[in-house]
């Protein structure tokens, strides 16, 4: 039987590659759910390509337009979150991708691990925010979530064979974004423009600027934290501008495994989806000779202070990384819109951190409700 994937985000940057990667493989996988917030033009397209059972629109003022340009087409239309919520209780779903971006993934990727369909992870936001919970109920249901970031599926990968061999530490890469090497003075001057163009990767704006801020690489390190069930200071982050070795694993015997590759999010969609199975594909292939030098540098905590408040956010545990990551949100959709400067960034972030109490949620509501409160306050 073909491998049925719900994919949630289908048409942000992780949703529309994952399609490319099911599209090679028509003989094993099928969609089964798509579900996007307001894309609805390019999720109509998506629906009448892959033919899907179900369609969610998450924003309700799309959902007349969507049903009825899928009236023809033999596949239930929903609106509201809600509606993605519920669907995860179908059992017609073997695998959930979640690419949803930002706390918006949270709840449906719990409800995934909930009625215990494996999750590919894409949302970093969903393990930063609450994944103490998260690790619990995978746990609880004996569900796994494999990493679909990059650097995570680096890392899943570097593991596989070494059950019981004891983890040193784990080495983060970074590209260090468009703005490696440049000074907080030169940081005040730069534009929107200029830090949307990332050197090596191409993704969303949010998801842009959060790599330019490296607060990217802060939310990575809180999710690895909780992936691989590793202490906060055995996490350590390197810049690494080629992006061609996705991270590294370094295990007491000082020996240290690396997983290579062009920066193709493909690549690390299909693992996920084909594990433990390695398909071919068609993708561009890494050599060598095209990169004959790698360089490597410690990261500028200083001009980049998202990274350090990232692991000051973990450290302290709670409802604190949840504070960071709606502050984050919040600072970036400000920036985006030019409201505030580059470095106006990590200052918000900084004083959501320090004028919020410390609480300990429970559950993925009082998660939300933390959430809630800052973005209220900012």
């Known amino acids: 039987m073909k491998r049925r994937i719900a994919i949630l985000g289908s048409t942000g940057s992780m949703g529309t590659q994952a399609l490319q990667v099911i599209n090679q493989f028509p003989d094993i996988f099928e969609v089964e759910l798509l579900s996007a917030y307001s894309n609805s033009d390019l999720l109509i397209q998506q629906a009448q390509k892959y033919k899907p059972n179900v369609v969610i629109i998450i924003d309700e003022t799309h959902y007349q337009k969507v049903k009825n340009a899928l009236a023809q087409e033999d596949c239930k239309v929903f609106a509201g979150m809600k509606s ?127 790599s330019a801020t490296l607060m990217n690489k802060g939310l990575e390190v809180i999710e690895a934290k909780w992936l691989f069930n590793i202490d906060l200071d055995r996490v350590e982050v390197i810049v690494h501008p080629q992006s061609i070795i996705h991270s590294l694993v370094q295990f007491a015997d000082g020996s240290v495994k690396a997983q290579l590759g062009l920066p193709d999010m493909k690549l690390p969609i299909q693992y996920a989806l084909t594990f433990p199975k390695r398909l071919e594909s068609l993708f561009p292939r890494f050599s060598f000779a095209d990169y004959p030098t790698f360089t490597f540098e410690k990261p500028d905590f200083n001009a980049f202070p998202c990274l350090s408040l990232a692991y000051h956010a973990s450290r302290e545990g709670g409802n604190k990384p949840c504070v960071l990551n709606a502050a984050n949100e919040v600072a970036v959709a400000k920036f985006l819109k030019g409201e505030i400067k580059f470095t106006d960034i990590p200052k918000m972030i900084e004083n959501a951190l320090t004028n919020t109490p410390f609480a300990q949620p429970k559950t993925v509501g009082e998660y939300l409700e933390v959430d809630k409160g800052v973005r209220y306050k900012l």
């Open 84 to 210: 993605l919520i519920d669907c995860m209780t179908m059992n017609s779903i073997d695998m959930a991708l979640s690419c949803i971006v930002g706390i918006a993934g949270l709840a449906p990727a719990f409800a995934a691990l909930e009625n215990e369909i494996p999750l590919a992870l894409a949302n970093k936001e969903t393990l930063v925010v609450a994944g103490e919970l998260m690790i619990q109920k995978t746990k609880e249901k004996q569900v796994p979530i494999i990493p679909v970031d990059s650097e995570h599926s680096a890392i899943f990968q570097c593991l596989m064979g070494e059950q019981g061999n004891e983890i040193e530490k784990l080495i983060l890469t970074a590209s260090g974004g468009p703005f490696r090497g440049k000074t907080t003075a030169e940081l005040k001057k730069v534009t929107c423009e200029q830090a949307l163009k990332h050197p090596n990767w191409n993704m969303g704006n949010k998801i842009t600027i959060d």
